[in-house]
């Protein structure tokens, strides 16, 4: 089963989850903000993808942390970051079963459900 994690509000999730419709493939939305991120899937995620892929330091959770955490981050403080505001991973993050895939461009869905 496919499961893509997110926020509901998030422009690039509304466009991924369109594209998922439009091309009738079946998924499971995980919603950050009412369910949370279980931490041990966190780690398989950095693990597999890295804490840089998935820390967005371009949005505006990222600006909001003091500069002195910023400087010193690492993969700790990341994942900490991460779990305590779950908005500040990069999105979507679309789970096929088989792997994890970061961010949403149809040319890259369309390879990836091409049957």
């Known amino acids: 089963m496919i499961t893509i994690y997110g926020i509901p509000n998030c422009d690039t999730m509304k466009k991924a989850r369109a594209w998922l419709n439009a091309h009738g493939i079946a998924y499971d939305f995980h919603d950050y903000k009412k369910a949370g991120l279980d931490e041990a899937l966190l780690r398989d995620w950095v693990n597999e993808l890295g804490w840089q892929t998935l820390l967005n330091t371009r949005g505006m959770m990222w600006r909001k942390v003091p500069q002195a955490i910023k400087d010193a981050i690492d993969?700790?403080?990341?994942?900490?970051?991460?779990?305590?505001?779950?908005?500040?991973?990069?999105?979507?993050?679309?789970d096929t079963g088989d792997a994890r895939h970061i961010g949403f461009k149809p040319e890259h869905y369309e390879q990836l459900f091409a049957n």
Not at 87 to 92: D, E, G, T
């Open 75 to 94: 993969e700790e403080s990341a994942i900490a970051l991460m779990l305590e505001t779950p908005s500040m991973i990069k999105r979507p993050v679309l």
